[in-house]
């Protein structure tokens, strides 16, 4: 099975912050790599597919990039909303598959 | 206004059944994929299993097959999980979600992404 790992676990920053998140996978894939974004408490929230589409209604701060087995999130300018846990997810024959998640946290 | 309201979590004993069911509003619920994905105490994200749009197939995690089953009733807009000999590690929040609706983003077993999430519903496997 194709693992996804998430660096960094954890990250602290501040409000206007620029963030990035990593996800790797174990073999190479192709770009059905997802992003979420969840809060405690909270129903998880899509934010990017197909690795860089913005989904409907996200702020444009937020961006995806990558191919192969590296990915990225990039929340640019940090809002005091976007402290939450986020996951990258990929779709492999019948499963999804998600990362441990990276939980941004107030600096 | 898409939402989806998970409900039937409680409390149950190892080995133990319970049901869970979804209830779907504002959009073709008929018309989607739609899967069940939890989290467990402390843990990410598992996606559990999910169903084509008319029942007809049906995909499960290894780890809850043969003991979890998931169906739907379209007439009623409604998702359901039954949960069957369970098991500690199966405590967790368990969400409803949708799969895109359109075909570009979708394969043979389901789609690619998740595209909206309920707001979760406990269970507790604990004696």
């Known amino acids: 099975d194709i693992q996804m790992t998430q660096s960094p676990s954890t990250l602290s920053a501040s409000v206007g912050d620029r963030v990035t998140i990593t996800c790797r996978a174990s073999?190479?894939?192709?770009?059905?790599l997802a992003w979420y974004q969840h809060k405690p408490g909270k129903a998880p929230k899509l934010l990017i597919y197909?690795?860089?589409a913005l989904e409907s209604g996200v702020p444009s701060r937020f961006s995806g990039s990558g191919s192969g087995r590296e990915f990225t999130l990039t929340i640019n300018s940090l809002q005091p909303d976007d402290f939450a846990t986020y996951y990258c997810?990929?779709?492999?024959?019948?499963?999804?598959?998600f990362g441990q998640g990276t939980k941004v946290e107030i600096k | 206004e898409v939402q989806l309201v998970e409900s039937g979590g409680g409390l149950v004993q190892p080995g133990g059944s319970l049901r869970l069911s979804c209830a779907a509003s504002?959009?073709?619920?008929?018309?989607?994929?739609m899967s069940w994905v939890r989290q467990t105490p402390g843990q990410g994200l598992e996606w559990v299993a999910n169903?084509?749009?008319?029942?007809?197939?049906?995909y499960y995690v290894k780890s809850v097959k043969g003991r979890f089953i998931i169906s739907r009733d379209n007439a009623k807009n409604s998702l359901y999980l039954q949960l069957n000999t369970l098991r500690v590690e199966d405590t967790a929040v368990y969400y409803c979600?949708?799969?895109?609706?359109?075909?570009?983003?979708?394969?043979?077993?389901?789609?690619?992404?998740?595209?909206?999430w309920g707001q979760g519903t406990l269970v507790t496997v604990s004696s």
């Open positions: 997810q990929h779709y492999n024959s019948y499963s999804k598959t």
């Open positions: 169903i084509k749009q008319d029942g007809s197939e049906r």
């Open positions: 979600v949708r799969e895109p609706g359109s075909p570009r983003y979708c394969g043979d077993y389901g789609c690619y992404y998740l595209d909206f």
């Open positions: 504002g959009f073709s619920f008929g018309n989607y994929w």
């Open positions: 197909k690795a860089s």
């Open positions: 073999l190479y894939i192709n770009n059905w």
